[in-house]
């Protein structure tokens, strides 16, 4: 008994930690682009923008932002739904092509692009806490893991019938899933913890709207890996919602932010790189 009390003031006293931090979270700088952007994600120090339109990424220092080089992506079809994501360790740059239902890999030091075939229209990619990648897919609305050395399929789990238009999910150092999703014809707007038998164990959303336990397109996610806290993009509503591990709301920021479309948390500089499909990037310090 001692000890569940015990477990319960070290939650909340994390959790007010993380409230003070983020009601200090402040936009240091804002990164201005000339092309529309389908993906923010870094490796070490480097910051890389997804940019449509010019089959390149842009590449940034995670401290100074101006003068950035490219990497060519030639033949890359934009694409609204297409996204990036990165691993430390395999030293890649990972590119959901939605037109082509296919992984572009991008390997950091030879510049060699491996194309990777998945089973659906890939929305958003994250890496799994193993290193692997997780492909968040529409049509038929499932997360398949694919393995980091072969491009192979090592898992695929559908997703609820409830959940029916998945846009990006990440595996949680508990292996469980948090998935934000949004159908506009239904109305139903969320983001759902999902444990790996596929049930639902906690949501936060549901009919679209701007109030309190409400989102309007949630359609990218961060994960806090000190704190297991949820980042959401809620694009209409034009904020970053922040949740706890059982998606209960923390608080809402929206300073300097138009149509939020994704996310990407640098752990080690506490910073927030908030990207808008418009070619903005605004940089969030925690």
């Given at each position: ?56 990424i842009a590449v940034y220092s995670v401290n100074k932002f ?221």
């Amino acid at each position: 008994m001692q000890l569940t009390r015990d477990l319960f003031a070290i939650a909340n006293f994390l959790l007010q930690v993380v409230k003070i931090a983020f009601a200090a979270a402040r936009v240091v700088n804002m990164i201005s682009t000339k092309n529309e952007m389908s993906g923010v994600t870094s490796v070490d120090d480097k910051l890389f923008l997804l940019l449509d339109g010019k089959d390149q990424i842009a590449v940034y220092s995670v401290n100074k932002f101006k003068r950035p080089t490219y990497l060519d992506l030639s033949g890359f079809k934009e694409d609204s739904f297409n996204d990036m994501t990165s691993c430390v360790r395999h030293k890649c740059l990972y590119m959901s092509d939605s037109h082509n239902r296919c992984i572009r890999r991008y390997d950091l030091a030879s510049s060699a692009i491996s194309k990777w075939s998945v089973p659906g229209k890939p929305h958003g990619l994250s890496v799994t806490p193993s290193g692997n990648l997780l492909v968040t897919c529409f049509k038929p609305n499932k997360l398949v893991e694919l393995s980091a050395d072969s491009g192979q399929c090592v898992r695929n789990m559908p997703m609820p019938s409830d959940i029916r238009c998945p846009w990006h999910g990440i595996e949680l150092t508990t292996g469980e899933f948090v998935v934000c999703h949004g159908d506009m014809y239904s109305g139903i707007q969320g983001v759902c913890i999902v444990g790996g038998d596929g049930k639902v164990t906690h949501s936060y959303g549901g009919q679209t709207g701007s109030d309190v336990g409400q989102l309007n397109s949630p359609c990218h996610l961060a994960v806090d890996k000190d704190s297991q806290f949820i980042f959401v993009a809620d694009r209409i509503n034009e904020r970053v919602v922040l949740l706890n591990s059982t998606l209960e709301i923390v608080r809402y920021f929206s300073e300097g932010l138009s149509r939020p479309f994704r996310l990407h948390l640098h752990q080690s500089a506490r910073r927030l790189f908030v990207g808008q499909h418009s070619g903005r990037v605004t940089v969030i310090q925690l």
